[in-house]
């Protein structure tokens, strides 16, 4: 409580002109919003997780952690799904989800995980209230995707208070690898992982798919990310126990952010088989600048990086049979598979146009400030997406 108090305080003195969020977490909510605009400060918020401000409390946008969800926070609906992620059988978690709100309401005075339970209802419409108290408060709201930006809106947003202003790389690579024309895909093919081992990204459905492949097949796999946590150790443990020692598959250290593209340009295709909603993944838009394909899910920021058939691959997700003949395809003719796409991936957009976009969101609140801003990034014109 003590740094929240603090924060606000700080606020009140420096009386800033916009103060802009990112996310909403513990600490950073409708209470510093409020204090914000106490300092008669214009607030921004952008969110980069799939729960999209206050809507989903599973925190995935995955009905049921399994298949899309349509997006529109609805107590019954939501509670059974978050009550499923906390362990009651999906049967059970409709059956207390549509218990009537007066007994929700009532649960909340109730101790332990039976209340808490019985409460989700009321925590739902909690949340769904505080969707629109911030929407009511921030000046602008911002979002990563085109998916975001319709579900806001379909949740009762003001179209003109969200702004869609795109993920980017923090720079271009100095040249991208050579094309298809130049040095054709050769076999055996790399498919290459590179990110965190959490299992919101997927890397189960990819050890699944590998596995289930003929070993004669020539592809051959790596799997990279930071193994720090009890958490990251268990689960890379758990893939290396579904792979059985495959010896196509190896698991390499982690990259430190400068060396990403050289080693996304060692690979014939990136996989990003995520199982939430994101707004990139960023490593997907790094593989485009570098010149790498991307095979993926079609949810949130992958389905619009990726344009299936055209220049990489999207499968549904969790739905690892999928991937698995995705990388078959790829494997038995990579010419008309992965060098088609290779000739059409296209270079992302950067950190400088995300600034410049803000920048122009800035300007919009303060003009005056437009010309001292306008020295951080130069630019003749300023992007029109926020």
Known sequence: MRGAESFHEWLKQQQPDVVHFHTFGTGLGLHEIKAAK??????????????????????????????????????????????????????????????????????????????TALSLNDLIAFNQQRQDDMLELVDAFVVLTGWAFDKVVANGARPEKVRLNRLGVSELPSARKPGPDRRPTSRPIMVGYLGRFEAIKGVEDFARAIASLPRELPIRFEFRGPVNSAAERDLVDHLKGILRGDPRVNFAPPVAPEAAYEVLATYDVLCCPSVCVEGGPTVALEAHAIGTPVIGTRIGGLAEIVTDGENGRLVPPGDWPALAEVLKQMALDPCSTIDRWRSLVHPPRTMAEIVRDYLGLYSAFRPSQLASLKQIVPSENLPSQC
């Open 38 to 115: 106490a300092a008669r400060a214009r607030v921004i918020a952008t969110t980069h997780s799939a729960s999209l401000g206050f809507l989903c409390q599973r925190g995935t946008m995955m009905q049921w952690g399994e298949y899309l969800c349509d997006g529109i926070c609805e107590p019954a609906k939501c509670s059974a799904c978050e009550l499923q992620h906390r362990g009651l059988s999906k049967r059970m978690a409709r059956t207390v989800a549509a218990l009537p709100p007066k007994i929700s309401e009532v649960a909340n005075r109730l101790p332990g995980r039976l209340g």
